[in-house]
T-cell receptor
Framework: LAKTTQPISMDSYEGQEVNITCSHN???????ITWYQQFPSQGPRFIIQ???TKVTNEVASLFIPADRKSSTLSLPRVSLSDTAVYYC????????????FGTGTRLLVSP | EAGVTQFPSHSVIEKGQTVTLRCDPI?????LYWYRRVMGKEIKFLLH????????ESGMPNNRFLAERTGGTYSTLKVQPAELEDSGVYFC?????????????FGQGTRLTVV
């Protein structure tokens, strides 16, 4: 399973755009990139998944360069409620692949 | 639609005792996973059920842990006897049989404290 590397923590202010970059140099051809969000005292929650280029949903955007060795989760205009830990995961999407969580990025949004 | 439900939400037991955690997945989800996070560590995979069958139990730490999913519905994770190092948060997750997107739905977790 491809290993991921992300910043341990990031700070931002309300209304700003936050970009969290994840490195996954050993990503395999069949691997997808998935991001989860975790609030304190809750389980992780799926945010977005992509294979290449750009994916956008109502929560975030995911940018994946052509070599797929990294990806960037973009959160537009963050609010205090976006304070959470964000995990970047890499693996195939068969549904049979166990999720491998790294340390995640702890995002703190301040007023 | 109800999400993944876990109970109890908290459990405090003494070393040597037995504890059983329960997980009710989203109805219709064939895949059920158990994960845990021990203090200061990353969330780690424990095992994976497909319906009532164990697909992958490579993450189970030792034979003090027993997971079951009778009838392919809810699952239980029993720790017997519990040790201090078993303390942590145990998460259950479920996902549909197979889909384009690997979206696992997690419960809120059971915080287990062994004293």
């Amino acid at each position: 399973l491809a290993k991921t590397t992300q910043p341990i923590s990031m700070d931002s202010y309300e209304g700003q755009e936050v970009n969290i970059t994840c490195s996954h140099n050993n990503i395999a051809t069949n691997d997808y990139i998935t991001w989860y969000q975790q609030f304190p005292s809750q389980g992780p929650r799926f945010i977005i998944q992509g294979y290449k280029t750009k994916v956008t949903n109502e929560v975030a955007s995911l940018f994946i360069p052509a070599d797929r060795k990294s990806s960037t989760l973009s959160l537009p205009r963050v609010s205090l409620s976006d304070t959470a830990v964000y995990y970047c995961l890499v693996g195939d999407n068969t549904g049979f692949q166990k999720l491998v969580f790294g340390t995640g990025t702890r995002l703190l949004v301040s007023p | 639609e109800a999400g993944v439900t876990q109970f109890p939400s908290h459990s405090v037991i003494e070393k040597g005792q037995t504890v059983t955690l329960r997980c009710d997945p989203i109805s219709g989800h064939d895949n059920l996973y158990w994960y845990r996070r021990v203090m200061g560590k990353e969330i780690k995979f424990l095992l994976h059920f497909v319906k009532e069958s164990k697909q992958d139990e490579s993450g189970m730490p030792n034979n003090r842990f027993l997971a079951e999913r009778t009838g392919g519905t809810y699952s239980t994770l029993k720790v017997q006897p519990a040790e201090l190092e078993d303390s942590g948060v145990y998460f259950c997750a479920s996902s549909p049989r197979r889909g384009y997107v690997t979206e696992a739905f997690f419960g809120q977790g059971t915080r287990l404290t062994v004293v």
